[in-house]
């Protein structure tokens, strides 16, 4: 069963359940998906429907932080319920080791000896740790290991 296909039968059952704001979510989330159909007009592979899952996870972090920073708790609230609920369709998250030996692994595959090669890095890593890993953290990580080589 498709991702896509499994956060359709999830809508179903939230609405059998009288879960509405699972229900509101799961809606949310699969309108994204059908515009990223629309707009590239064609149908979303399992990896394409987790950049989407991805970067609404990153709207709603930001989201989060606007809405503490505001005092509104209430919007904060609902926000994290989203985040967490996105999550679950995310791959497992890789551990600190696993990235860090794939850091390794792209910068001898690439090459690479300075922190002006971190571009280079970074797109060879992109697809192997695209959902399972925070790339801005994995962007860190590149940077101080071509500093520091």
Known sequence: MSLKARIND??????????????????????????RE?????????????????????????????????????????????????????PQAMSDAEIEAAVAEAIAATGAKAPSDTGKVMGALKGKLAGRADMGKVSTLVKSKLSGS
């Open 10 to 35: 999830e809508v179903k059952t939230a609405m059998r359940a009288g879960e509405a704001q699972r229900r509101d979510a799961l809606r949310l989330l699969l309108a994204a998906l059908q515009q």
């Open 38 to 90: 629309v707009d590239e007009r064609k149908e979303l592979g399992d990896a394409e429907v987790i950049a989407v899952i991805g970067q609404l996870i990153k709207q709603r972090r930001e989201a989060i932080a606007q809405f503490e920073k505001g005092g509104r708790q209430d919007l904060a609230r609902n926000e994290r319920f989203e985040l967490e609920l996105l999550q679950a369709y995310m």
